[in-house]
């Protein structure tokens, strides 16, 4: 479904991301693991468009370089992004911020059409808080806006970009658990950012591992879990 | 003190603030979106009430009416792909400079086609009389001038707040990247959002026509106090803009009575006061020129 072949991004003269190749079978979620600053945000803002990757690289979505198009319309390819941090539009309700995720354009082959009662059926806390200010939502709350926020415009692919850094471990774990139905029952294919998480690593169907810019370990989560020495080197764990 | 007097101070002062606030809100949503200071917005201002002038003139006052500010959106979307465009994205003083550049271009235009003498609107006969209440007389034209602000204000609140193009418009204010990576096309939202503040300012123009002397130079004094009330109601929020235009419109309108003299720097005053309070302004979402994340 998505397939990244010798990337390589700079900020200005840095270098951060070199010949980085990964890919996303369609219905899989991939988990890319890696420390403060190896290049995680940057690998997805490259995909997005928002950093966009220079020399030979290629980026394949369904069939099609995407590389060099501008954000919009990769995003409207199907692609969702879910940024970190949380970035919710603060002064628009919960109602409004999802309003910002629709699309006008986008002919989508996703299975769901995500629309307001949908979304409140999979984040019944939205719809309690659906005319509140985005800004005085809970880091939860915010963080299952962010993606429902996405989800309205009906991706086929989502990236998720460290989504349970902050959250105390339980809700952490809801965000995680909710991933997993958005591939089970919605059948997304999911591209999910972490430091590392033993439970992504559990849901994950294959991970890969970053540093410095460059991918270090691609496979199966049994293999990654296997080899403690890689954990231990790599993602501190 | 006389109270019918104060009456029609205060009754000017409504009315002053409903058109400054009209100006002040294209003047915000370019400012917010487009993170660009439009310079030209008051020359925009100045087209639309030349264009009412000579249309109404030839024509007929209500195709003036609507042909004015199509026209002035018209030259503000050529404004834009030609010039503002380019700037987007960079240092806002680019903006600021390419857009003061234009307006003292163009109001050299406007010199050498109108000439320099100052004209003025007469009152269409179904806005002729007096309203009278009591002993207190109050121009009707100037009544339905305001009621017409007060609708194009009502107008731009329902569709900023109720649709989701103002979402999207709104979101953009606080966090352009993010709007792109939500699928929408930002330089046309840019575009767009230029022309819809070139139409206000266009509104403005027929608005201000029959209230002031037409000449070359009526921009300018709309855009000052139209940048501060900008910057007083808080940028992107309509509500603020509307409520900081009445505020600064009647309070400069009283001030006649107490200090006649210094009627022109209440604007200045008040937008330091409310500054120094409120750095968004009164009902601020984003800072000026900067975006907020929390
Ligand atoms: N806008 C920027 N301009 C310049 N350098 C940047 C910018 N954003 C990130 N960098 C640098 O690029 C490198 C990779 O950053 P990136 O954000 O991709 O890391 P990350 O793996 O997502 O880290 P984290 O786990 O902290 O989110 C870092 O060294 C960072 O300092
Ligand atoms: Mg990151």
Known sequence: MLSLEKVNSWYGEAQV??????????????????????????????????????????????????????????????????????????????????????????????????????????????EILQDSLGKNLSGGEQQMLTIARTLMGNPELLLLDEPSEGLAPLIARDVINLVLELKKEYGLSILIIEQFSPRVLEYADRCYVMDMGKIVFCGCSEDLRKDVKLQKELLGV | MNTTLCLALLFNGIVLGLIWSVIAIGFSLVLGVGQTINFAHGLLFTFGAYFFFS??????????????????????????????????????????????????????????????????????????????????????????????????LLLVLWFMSKTSFGAIVKAGMFNSEMISALGHNLPLLRTLVFVMGGLLAGLAGVIGAPLWSIKSGMGTDVLMPGFIIALIGG????????????????????????????????????????????????????????????
């Open chain 2, 55 to 152: 249309i109404s003139r030839n024509t007929s006052f209500w195709i003036a009416v609507i042909a004015a500010p199509i026209l002035v959106a018209i030259m503000s979307l050529f404004l834009e792909v030609v010039l503002v465009r380019r700037v987007y994205g960079q240092d806002p003083l680019f903006g600021l400079l390419i857009t003061f550049g234009f307006a003292i271009a163009m109001e050299e235009v406007i010199r050498m086609v109108w000439g320099k003498a100052a004209y003025s609107v007469s009152t269409p006969i179904f806005a002729r009389g007096q309203l009278i209440l009591g002993n207190f007389v109050y121009s009707r034209f100037r009544i339905l001038l305001a009621l017409f602000a007060l609708t194009i």
């Open chain 1, 17 to 126: 991301l070199r010949n980085v190749d990964l890919n996303v079978k369609e219905g899989e979620i991939v988990a890319l693991f890696g420390r403060n600053g190896v290049g995680k945000t940057t690998t997805l803002r490259s995909i997005m468009g928002l950093t966009p990757p220079l020399g030979k690289g290629k980026i394949v979505f369904k069939d099609e370089n995407i590389l060099g198009l501008p954000p919009y319309k990769i995003a409207n390819k199907g692609i969702g992004f879910v940024p970190e941090d949380r970035r919710i539009f603060p002064y628009l309700t919960v109602k409004r911020n999802l309003d910002t995720g629709k699309k006008s354009t986008h002919k989508s082959n996703s299975k769901t059409k995500w629309d307001y009662q949908k979304v409140f059926q999979l984040f019944p806390k939205l």
């Open chain 2, 235 to 294: 940028l992107g929020s309509i509500k603020g803009t509307i409520i900081g235009g009445l505020l600064v419109g009647i309070t400069t309108s009283l001030a006649v009575l107490v200090i006649p003299r210094f009627t022109d720097i209440i604007p200045y005053v008040m937008l330091i006061a409310v500054l120094f309070y409120k750095p968004k302004g009164l009902y601020g979402e984003v800072t000026i020129l900067g975006e907020v994340r929390e």
